[in-house]
């Protein structure tokens, strides 16, 4: 499906309206995994024109993915990856797992920004960054879909690491998502070292029910958790 290309248009604003020089795009990969981190990489590219076919990572093929991404690693004036591990994403939650990512990577680079461009609607962020959110921004704006790409495919190959002493849970081809293998492997081993015990698919699981974790963090807080995804795939 044909689509457009990102820009440097807001970028550009941002650089007209509040003098930001340096911007940094930042994507998140893993929101809705039920194992392994979420990820978060901060991309620096400049107004430079971007590697052709540059786009949101989740319009891309695997293996364009990758070309993409080992592209870009040396095209993009900087950039760096933050994590958050389950053990964080049970205790914190979400969003502020979605925090410290995020400012692990910011934090990261070796120039700070001026601004952030952060994609979707809501501010995860926060301060001292000064941010500006844009929905659909790993399709819009080319330092934005850089991260996106970046994230992705270094958290997947992360996974497919994680899954090589865990076979039964595919986590090479699901990289931490529900799948039927996925769920099967869950039905008969119970999670693994790298699984969210504090979601809840756990609920679908009598045999590992009683590993559930309880949220420590205050319920209706924040909008925790948010796409967390169920067994009604």
Not at 7 to 31: P, Y
Not at 38 to 67: H, I, M, Q, W, Y
Not at 197 to 219: F, G, I, V
């Amino acid at each position: 499906m044909p689509y457009e290309p990102p820009t440097h248009r807001v970028e550009r604003s941002l650089r007209a309206t509040i003098g930001a020089k340096i911007v940094a795009g930042v994507d998140e990969v893993g929101r809705g995994a039920w194992a392994g981190p979420v990820t978060v990489c901060a991309a620096v590219t400049g107004l430079r024109r971007p590697p052709e076919g540059l786009t949101d990572s989740k319009l891309l093929t695997p293996k364009r993915r990758t070309e993409l991404a080992a592209e870009l690693l040396s095209w993009v004036t900087a950039h760096a990856l933050g994590h958050a591990s389950p053990e964080e994403i049970d205790d914190l939650g979400m969003t502020a797992a979605l925090r410290l990512a995020a400012g692990r990577a910011l934090e990261a680079l070796p120039v700070r920004p001026d601004a952030v461009i952060l994609d979707g609607k809501h501010d995860y962020l926060g301060a001292p960054w000064r941010v500006r959110t844009v929905i659909k921004g790993d399709q819009s704006c080319v330092a934005v879909a850089a991260a996106s790409v970046i994230a992705k495919v270094r958290r997947d190959k992360m996974m497919a690491e994680l899954g090589i002493d865990h076979a039964d849970f595919d986590f090479a081809a699901n990289v931490g998502y529900p799948s039927p293998v996925h769920r099967a492997a869950l039905d008969e081993w119970g999670p693994t070292p790298y699984h969210r015990l504090s979601w809840a698919y756990l609920d679908a699981l009598p045999r590992w029910r009683h590993l559930k974790k309880a949220r420590t963090w205050a319920e209706g807080s924040v909008p925790e958790i948010e796409g967390q995804l169920g067994f009604d795939f």
